[in-house]
């Protein structure tokens, strides 16, 4: 399930780069379902993941202006990577 709001910046290739490996990761580690929100913010994006991955996923650093937060609540992890143009 993927979900966009807003008009989206153009981000540069490295950044999606971050984003995308973080987004493999998740979606490699998920058991069954994953809900991706692709949201356009003050100055760049948000992507952020729910997904049944039943442990913390390892995440790439934030690089390239990239940066990322995680939470896990038992099976459950909540993830957002954030570019930012500034």
């Known amino acids: 399930e993927i979900e ?3 008009p989206l910046p153009q981000v540069p290739g490295p ?3 971050v984003i995308t490996d973080a987004a493999i990761a998740i979606l490699t580690a998920s058991r069954s379902r994953v809900r991706i929100t692709l949201a356009a913010v003050t100055g760049g994006i948000a992507v952020s993941f729910v997904a049944d991955t039943g442990a ?3 995440l790439p650093g ?6 990322i937060e995680q939470e896990q ?3 459950m992890l909540w993830a957002e ?6």
């Open 15 to 17: 950044a999606r780069r």
């Open 62 to 67: 934030a690089d390239e202006g990239v940066s």
């Open 81 to 86: 990577a954030r570019w930012n143009s500034q």
């Open 73 to 75: 609540d038992g099976s």
């Open 56 to 58: 913390v996923v390892p």
């Open 4 to 6: 966009t709001a807003g």
